[in-house]
């Protein structure tokens, strides 16, 4: 089984920037799909970004296109997620995860991958 844990989290101000961290155990995770996810108080939890095993593909939330970039270190077993220029509406508890399954033919549906394992999440405040 893979573990997950998440880290990086914590206040910034609004423009700010903060680099979350999501280390896998357990297993390699070189081959699986990776995503972060995020999920604001009494808000569904909502995809972020997505990342192919290789690095070849990456996908992301129009929300958050052109802030951010997901990353993967496949020989620390550790992905990514820069976030710059942040604002309020991204404070949420932010979750990693991967999928067996390791991608999609097509460059949409990547938030409908079967994420089975999942991370314990991380809070990411940004203050006005």
């Known amino acids: 089984q893979v573990q997950l844990v998440e880290s990086g989290g914590g206040l910034v101000q609004a423009g700010g920037s903060l680099r979350l961290s999501c280390a896998a155990s357990?297993?390699?995770?070189?081959?699986?799909?990776m995503g972060w996810f995020r999920q604001a108080p009494r808000k569904d939890r909502e995809f972020v970004a997505g990342i192919s095993p290789s690095s070849s593909s990456t996908y992301y939330a129009d929300s958050v296109k052109g802030r951010f970039t997901i990353s993967r270190d496949n020989a620390k077993n550790t992905v990514y997620l820069q976030m710059n220029s942040l604002k309020p509406e991204d404070t949420g508890f932010y979750y990693c995860?991967?999928?067996?399954?390791?991608?999609?033919?097509?460059?949409?549906?990547?938030?409908?991958?079967?994420?089975?394992?999942w991370g314990q999440g991380t809070q990411v405040t940004v203050s006005s």
């Open positions: 357990g297993r390699t995770v070189s081959r699986y799909a």
């Open positions: 995860a991967a999928s067996e399954v390791p991608g999609r033919p097509y460059a949409t549906g990547w938030e409908d991958l079967p994420y089975d394992h």
